[in-house]
């Protein structure tokens, strides 16, 4: 495989190939994921077709919004997102986003490839295939071997892979309308109410805690960006897109038969076997992406590692999903556990690149563990500490929806009726942290942040070392004229 993806240093301008439809498409690519399906059936039967199709549409603007807004810090300075992450929680706390990557990969990758061995079952039993352990044979060949070998062999099969399939899966999403109307199922789909098991709150969580999993894979994509604008309207779109369908169109067939499972659905409504092998070319699609993502966070933290080893080491853990008994069960564990761990960690790391720093960082500092991206150890104790705060708020809102009782709040459970749990948490650790590095950070002389005591002298107070990587030598920093901090310091000012 090439060198550049096998490495997590930062990227030269002439490596980034990937423009905005590459981009697009990418992103288009790795959301045509058949778990998008289970997130618009989740709640439709709750809300009916109506409340659904508003929240869908309005959740996913909002959570692929800041989707979009978390990968501008690796188009700038093509670096992975575990390596972004430094200058805010340091080069060991960095490795907290590598561990929620890994552990989130298992999640999705063992519930696609549970979803590929049903569709598979039912396209083999339709021919006459049937053999003892069939399921779970089909669930590692197609979810998990397929896709670990096409990652394995280069990090970029999966743009080839993704310009080839998804054409296919929007016609096929075309084509599942196309037979609910075609069928008489649009009368019932429609008119049908919903019976109360959900309501918008509920479906407002699983949509953006759904949406905001993407955190930890962004970068390590879209470091291969061209320019920022490219990486922010191709991933914004490109997630929507195919998020907003997919959901859609999932729960309305959820209305029309009431099962959740798309590949029973698609039988249920008899698409035929083509509409099946579509699934499957969509789950190998989706894991592709997912795996090369994983891989590369850990090579992040762990640079010397063999890449081929790194994608096996990724992708094994999540047989014990194969072999798991409620998808259902695993999707709202899943998604819990992303709003929960996902959703302050990564509104800290953006607070600070967007309010703090300006989005100006020491990209030569994030490899330098002598640097001001060291902080106390490695780790940045206030970044974690505001990550805390936002773990509570969330835990204060949300806990109920564990099932344990300790975690139970009733006040927490009836304000989460109105405000949910992920954005109101992400917004008090993001807050929190905006307001120590402000005051508190900068006076300890760690992060590379700059207290400024002169408050008239605004112009040179937002001044800092906007830096890029992609000059005329490997890796270099060229900074720009405007700066006041000569380059290699590592000094972002704050205003």
Known sequence: ??????????????????????????????????????????????????NMLVITVTGFMLGFAFCSWNSQRSARYGIDEIVSLRPTFGHRGSAYGTMVLVCINFGWVGILAALAGTATQIVANGQGVSFAGDYYVYSIGAGIVIPLLIVAYSQKAAFTVSRLVVPLLVAFIGYIVVRLFIDGHMPTIVNKPGDGSSDWAIAFEIIFAFSISWFPYLGSWNRFSKTEKSSFWGTYLGLLVTGVMFAVVGGMATLATGEIDPAIWANQLDLGLVSLLIIVLGTITSVTHLLGSGSMGILSTFPGTNYRIVCVLVTVPSLIFVFGSSLEGIFDTLLIFIGLLVGPYWAVALVDYFFLRRQRIDAKACFDTSGPYWYSRGFNILAFASTAVGMIVWVFLG?????????????????????????????????????????????????????????????????????????????????RKEMTAPPGTGHDHIS
């Open 399 to 479: 806990g109920w929806e564990s099932g344990f009782s300790i975690l139970t709040f009733t006040a927490g459970q009836e304000a989460f009726g109105y405000i949910s749990a992920t954005l109101p948490a992400m917004a008090a650790s993001g807050g929190v942290y905006y307001v120590l590095g402000r005051t508190v950070i900068p006076k300890l002389g760690m992060g590379g942040y700059v207290a400024h005591t002169n408050a008239g002298n605004s112009d040179d107070a937002m001044a800092g070392p906007a830096v890029e990587v992609g000059g005329s030598g490997e890796g270099s920093l060229v900074a």
């Open 1 to 50: 495989m090439s060198g550049e993806a096998s490495t997590s240093l930062p990227l030269k301008k002439s490596q980034r190939y990937a423009g905005f439809f590459s981009i697009f498409w990418l992103w288009a690519g790795g959301n045509v994921l058949l778990t998008n399906f289970i997130s618009g059936s989740s709640y439709a039967s709750g809300l009916g077709f109506r």
